[in-house]
């Protein structure tokens, strides 16, 4: 059993309305000069296996199937025997 | 100028409907025995500055009033000087 973090962001150059929303309001809340904001996904998981790669590969599937959309996100993910840690 | 990463996450015991979908729609792709889907949130942005502690509590600010609810999510952050690696 393997803990699995997934990272999922927009692409550069791909636009990012969540992100754009946060940056117009925050200057309201006295917060100023912020930019690049992007907002992007985190997702935990548990995967069974064994084997480590085995479980990378697994989880890459899953990233490119139905986590990500890889046209226009990018994504990472890290994988972590469980009792390790987070 | 420093580059921050954030993170928010369904609170422990908050019903989690996209984790849900995602934990339901993974043994059709070939994918059994993954548990525990939580989705959450990956923000980066970029935050004037030269005093780590004072953007640390702007941050803070923003997750509180802005990029998390507090009430149903946890939140935590990474603050890093701008050009000091992602």
């Known amino acids: ?8 962001t927009p692409k ?3 636009a990012d309305p ?10 309201a809340l006295g917060h100023h000069g912020v930019t690049q ?4 996904r985190y997702l935990t998981l548990e995967v ?10 697994a989880v890459d599937d ?4 139905l986590l990500a959309n890889p046209i226009i996100e990018d994504y ?7 009792g390790e840690g987070a």
């Open 62 to 65: 899953m990233c490119r199937k």
């Open 76 to 82: 990472w993910f890290e994988v972590t025997p469980a």
């Open 48 to 57: 069974p296996g064994d084997d480590v790669a085995q479980v990378r590969e």
């Open 37 to 40: 904001v992007r907002v992007g």
């Open 1 to 8: 059993m393997f803990k699995v973090s997934v990272y999922v």
């Open 12 to 14: 550069r150059g791909v």
């Open 18 to 27: 969540q992100g754009a929303v946060i940056e117009r309001a925050l200057p």
